[in-house]
C-alpha cells in the first residue's frame, strides 16, 4: 500500500535494526485518515471471506481495524492484554503470548459472549514480528469453535518468523507494508529488495 | 443522545450500583455504526471550539474518539497507561491517575512529541466517575503548554464526583449519556429522573 509506505519512509523513524518507531501516525498519535485507508483496504483484500467478526488486539490494533469491521458491517472485538475488572474469569478464552520487544508474557482475553462456532474471524494487528500475538489471537478463535477468515497486517517485519511460522498453520495473510530491512537506519520494502535484485541480474 | 441511551439499556448490564457493563458495544466488542455516531456527535458539539488535537486514553477511549477526529480533521493521539518500549522516559508528559474500580495507580504518559503549546485539545473518555483519568489528561495538556478546549464522555456517572471536580476547573464537559443511579440493577438516566420529578410535583 503505497500511501503507507510512504507514511512509513516519511514520518517513521527507525530505532535500530529491528525497532520500527511509527507512533507518529498508528501507535501513539494517529493519522485517522491513514487508518481510515488502512482499514478499507483491509476490508477490499478479505470481501470474499465472509467476515462476521474482526478481532485485535489492544491498543494499537483499534485504529487501524476500526474501519475494516465498519466497511465490513460486522463487529469489532478488541482482545484485552489484562483482564478487564468487568470481565469474568471463567468467562473468557485466553491465550499466553510472549513479547520479544518487551521480553514479557501477557495474557490475552476475549469474552466467550462474543465469539462463537460459526463465526468467520478476520484477526488484525498493526506489526508482524515473531508471530506471537497474531498466534494467540488465531488459539482464540479455534478454542471458540470459530474459523479464522485471514490475517490482516499493517507493517511486517518479513526479515523475522512471523509470516513463515502462520503461512505454516495454513493462514492467508496480507500485509500492507512488508519490511525487508532496516538496517543502517534505512527502511527497505520487500518489492523494492526484489526490484533492485531484478536490476542487478 | 438517544441512541446511545438505547444501547445502554437494551444491552448494557448493571453489575452493581456502581458498575455498567458495556462491554456489547464500547469496550469489548465494538459497534463501530455506534461509536461513529458517538464521535460525530462529539466534533458536532465541539465543532467551534477550534480543536487542533484530540486526546484520549487507552484503550477504551480509542473506538468512541476516532470518528470525531476524522470528522474534526485532526490527529488522535491515545495516552498511553504504560510506558511502550519506543517512547524515550525523558521525552513524556506524564500524570499518576488513581482508577477507584481497579484499586490502583498508573502513569498516564503522552510524548512531547504530539501536544505543543497552542494546541487546543478536546479530551474524550469512554467514562466519567470520579474524573481521575479525565483530570490526569487535563494535567498533561496544561503541562504542554496547551489548552483544553472541552472534555467529551461518551457515559457520565452523575451519581459520582467526576463532573463538579471538572466543572470547577473551569472546563466544558458535554456527556453523551448522564446516568443518575444503577440502584436496583436499574439504569436511570439524569433527564428521566428530572422528568419523573417533574411529573411527580
Not at 27 to 39: E, K, P, R
Not at 53 to 69: H, L, R, Y
Amino acid at each position: 500500500m503505497e500511501l503507507l509506505k510512504e507514511a512509513i519512509r516519511k514520518r517513521g523513524s527507525v530505532l535500530s535494526s529491528g525497532v520500527l518507531k511509527v507512533d507518529q501516525f498508528l501507535n501513539h498519535q494517529v493519522d485517522t485518515n491513514l487508518m481510515s485507508a488502512i482499514g478499507e483496504e483491509f476490508a477490499r483484500l478479505f470481501v470474499d471471506e465472509h467476515v462476521t467478526k474482526v478481532v485485535t488486539i489492544e491498543s494499537s490494533g483499534i485504529a487501524p481495524s476500526f474501519m475494516c469491521a465498519h466497511s465490513l458491517q460486522v463487529p469489532l472485538i478488541f482482545a484485552r492484554k489484562k483482564k478487564s475488572v468487568t470481565m469474568d474469569k471463567e468467562n473468557v478464552y485466553s491465550s499466553r503470548v510472549y513479547s520479544f520487544t518487551k521480553k514479557e508474557y501477557s495474557e490475552v482475553t476475549v469474552s466467550k459472549d462474543w465469539l462463537c462456532p460459526g463465526d468467520r474471524v478476520l484477526i488484525i494487528d498493526d506489526f508482524l514480528a515473531n508471530g506471537q500475538a497474531a498466534t494467540g489471537l488465531t488459539q482464540i478463535v479455534e478454542e471458540a469453535g470459530a474459523t479464522v477468515a485471514g490475517i490482516g497486517i499493517v507493517i511486517e517485519k518479513s526479515f523475522q518468523d512471523g509470516r513463515a511460522l502462520l503461512e505454516g498453520k495454513g493462514y492467508r495473510i496480507e500485509s500492507l507494508a512488508r519490511i525487508s530491512s532496516l538496517e543502517g537506519n534505512k527502511v527497505q520494502f520487500v518489492e523494492e529488495s526484489a526490484h533492485f535484485a531484478y536490476n542487478k541480474s
